[in-house]
């Protein structure tokens, strides 16, 4: 009989295995406008089924956790605020001249620089908890940088002139951020208590480490379900491209 931890892996791998695929036909339904945030999405589910699948395979073999299963965990934290970018970018595609230079393709390559550093320390830490402690502080900053993008993006003049299935994917990365930011902080918390990125009891874990991933997957691939044909509405309301060639190349 599997254990409680075994149990929530697999429940973890079930659910990445649905997920992974909304995120393939979202990946294609959006087209080229919407290609980084849903092939972050995609790899999110990736990386979450292989940290899942090998902290599995240490749990039945040693009954211990994988420590290369931990550090693919916390990586996985990166592609799920990365996809809020490019998701985000997608939203503000028929406003984006009308938008702050920091919302452009080469603006959005701070946060990707940020977010990139923090959880680059944090993979490279091994058993120096201390550039695991830095790491996540650093990815902390990078969701911060993130959450005032929306904001901006959000309060923005030309906000009414966005389609409407642009509104939507907006609303998916506004009710995403303070999850992720949950996400970010329990991993923070784990980090300096206990010296690690898997401590904590099994409820904590899934109240502040699963539930608020599944959560955000739900968000972003519904939106990205419901928005499927935003393509050609753009092109039936007659929208202008700006900075979309810019963008794909980052």
């Known amino acids: 009989m599997a254990t409680s931890t075994e149990g929530l892996e697999l429940a973890q791998l079930a659910f990445y295995s649905i997920a992974s695929i909304p995120a393939i036909y979202c990946f294609i339904t959006h087209g080229k406008h919407g290609v980084i945030g849903w092939l972050y999405v995609f790899a999110m589910c990736g990386l979450r089924l292989v940290g899942n699948g090998m902290a ?19 990586i996985g934290l990166s592609p799920l605020l990365l996809a809020a970018l490019g998701i985000l970018h997608e939203a503000n595609h028929s406003i984006q001249s009308a938008l702050h230079a920091f919302l452009g393709p080469f603006g959005l390559l701070i ?6 550093g923090g959880i680059g320390l ?21 969701w911060l940088i993130v959450v005032g993008l929306v904001i901006i993006s959000a309060r923005a003049n030309a906000h009414h002139r966005r389609v409407s299935d642009e509104k939507r994917l907006l609303l998916a990365v506004e009710i995403a951020m303070p999850l992720i930011g949950a996400r970010v902080l329990y991993a923070i918390v784990i980090a300096f208590k206990y010296q690690n990125a898997s401590g904590g009891s099994l409820a904590v874990k899934i109240i502040f480490g699963t539930v608020p991933e599944f959560l955000v997957m739900i968000s972003y691939l519904s939106a990205g379900l419901i928005t499927r044909n935003l393509a050609r509405d753009r092109v039936q309301k007659g929208s202008q491209p700006t900075y979309n060639i810019a963008y794909s190349a980052v």
Do not use: C, D, Q, R
């Open 111 to 116: 946060p990707h620089m940020v977010i990139a």
């Open 56 to 74: 599995y395979h240490a749990l039945l073999t040693t009954g211990k956790p994988s420590t290369s299963a931990s550090i693919i965990s916390g």
């Open 122 to 142: 944090a993979a490279a830490s091994g058993k120096n908890p201390h550039l695991l402690e830095i790491g996540l502080i650093i990815f902390a900053t990078g």
